[in-house]
């Protein structure tokens, strides 16, 4: 089951790349009137719909109060997604220019536990529970897939503005749990996930592709009732 929806997602992504690769072509006309002349001169300009890969890698974690043994490790809970975008342009005469993007990604959360405590889902139920001896991994892995929608703002100066949202669909999730010297055992399941997750997301970026960005969900992704009654934030850089 897993294999198949990673295989429909790759289905999909390669079928969005494949369409988006068709350029779309946008004209618009301006025009000026001269009065020594009487004419009237128009101008074409042609701005074009572009897509490319977009890359993002930072660090995630828990908002607000947490219960105890579910606190993260700041630098071992990591955020990666992989995806296409599409920026098409909206707006584009004067100095300020005006654009939507959107586009499919997959995006992995890493929620990286601290000392011996290890994730454990029995009779529906998660609790965290203390491992017997010492690990040197034990994270919760979520992959979703992704349809980010954000109003992009350019200005003149080279600065760029990017804000809106996200909807997304758990593809999969497992726990990873390595001891000392020991090696890793993976086991896959829903462990009480909601199926489906939605945020908000702001770029902000100068004279090039490498931007900030920062994401927030506001709901816990857990089910209710179910792990940590918390948002979840996610900081970093796409490139």
């Excluded at 969005?16 to 779309?24: E, N, P």
């Excluded at 992704?146 to 726990?175: C, E, I, K």
């Amino acid at each position: 089951m897993n294999m198949f929806k990673h295989l429909l997602t790759t289905a999909l992504i390669a079928t969005t790349v494949t369409t988006f690769a068709q350029t779309t072509v946008t004209v618009i006309t301006s025009s000026d009137s001269t009065n020594t002349t009487s004419s009237t001169k128009s101008e074409k300009r042609t701005y074009r719909v572009r897509s490319g890969p977009s890359f993002y890698i930072g660090f995630n974690n828990f908002g607000g109060s947490v219960p105890a043994g579910y606190d993260l490790s700041p630098v071992g809970s990591r955020f990666v997604a992989l995806g296409w975008q599409t920026r098409i342009p909206l707006a584009m005469n004067g100095s300020t220019k005006l654009r939507l993007i959107t586009g499919p990604e997959v995006a992995w959360n890493n929620f990286m536990f601290e000392n011996r405590n290890t994730l454990v889902e029995r009779n529906g139920q998660l609790t965290i529970e203390q491992a017997d001896t010492d690990l040197r991994r034990s994270k919760l892995v979520t992959a979703q897939l992704n349809l980010p929608l954000m109003m992009n703002v350019s200005f003149r100066s080279g600065l760029s503005l990017s804000a809106g949202a996200y909807v997304g669909m758990r593809l999969d999730s497992y726990t990873k749990v390595k001891p000392e010297g020991g090696s890793a055992v993976r086991k896959h399941g829903s462990y009480q996930l909601n199926p489906f997750r939605w945020g908000l997301t702001t770029e902000l970026g100068y004279r090039g592709s490498t931007k900030l960005f920062l994401r927030y969900e506001p709901n816990s992704p857990f089910r209710t009732g179910q792990g940590p009654d918390a948002s979840v934030w996610s900081v970093g850089l796409k490139i």
